[in-house]
């Protein structure tokens, strides 16, 4: 938790964009990841980035990742209703999946 | 595939009782991983199981835990005794083999422990 920090909040109007901010401290992951928790349910993987990738695009989402500063980011275009969840950025240490404390999504109408 | 089965969803019980939390991977899955998560500390690991063989419990918070993992199929999450401060969710997740590649985790819906 305490190796990948998010913030905690986000709240946008349906149709806009969502930014979500992730920086973490162990830059061995070869893979980087999203994950999405709707409410009552488990986490999903939403999208990965690999390690030597500075962009990855995938349908409304966009993930960029700035290795030297150690900040990765998901991009969600005209977010709907249905996007309001939480989302995790984790990164591998090890075998250690961390992940940091979410950011939960709120998309109003 | 049914994804990772976890079992009950929902569980409520008194404190000092005992509580027995359970998994089934996915099939061909060799690691297996619990966490708990909850607000004020948000997703913590547990322990993690790979071919069965518990690897590192250093996140299990005390005596009162303990896990098993008898076979590939099966892991189970004991509490006992069960304490108010351990109400949370609980989450079993598993990957599949190999140490390159994605490592993605499978995660289960959960069960929310209530102890009152």
């Known amino acids: 938790g305490e190796d990948v920090e998010q913030s905690l909040f986000l709240s946008v109007r349906e149709g806009d964009s969502s930014v979500i901010n992730c920086t973490y401290t162990d830059s061995s992951s070869t893979y980087l990841y999203w994950y999405k928790q709707e409410p009552g349910a488990g986490l999903q993987l939403l999208t990965y980035?690999?390690?030597?990738?500075d962009m990855k695009q995938d349908q409304r989402l966009t993930v960029l990742l700035n290795k030297k500063d150690k900040h990765l980011s998901l991009r969600i275009a005209d977010t709907q209703t249905g996007d309001s969840a939480i989302y995790f950025c984790?990164?591998?240490?090890?075998?250690?999946?961390?992940f940091g404390k979410g950011t939960s999504l709120l998309v109003t109408p | 595939d049914a994804g990772v089965i976890q079992s009950p969803r929902h569980e409520v019980t008194e404190m000092g009782q005992e509580v027995t939390l359970r998994c089934k991977p996915i099939s061909g899955h060799n690691s297996l991983f619990w966490y708990r998560q909850t607000m004020m500390r948000g997703l913590e690991l547990l322990i993690y199981?790979?071919?069965?063989?518990?690897?590192?419990d250093s996140g299990m918070p005390e005596d009162r835990f303990s896990a098993k993992m008898p076979n590939a199929s099966f892991s189970t999450l004991k509490i006992q005794p069960s304490e108010p401060r351990d109400s949370a969710v609980y989450f079993c997740?598993?990957?599949?083999?190999?140490?390159?590649?994605?490592?993605?985790?499978?995660f289960g819906p959960g069960t929310r422990l209530t102890v009152l």
């Open positions: 199981f790979n071919n069965n063989v518990p690897i590192d």
């Open positions: 984790a990164v591998y240490s090890g075998y250690a999946l961390n």
């Open positions: 997740a598993s990957s599949p083999p190999g140490t390159s590649g994605r490592r993605e985790q499978f």
């Open positions: 980035i690999f390690s030597n990738m």
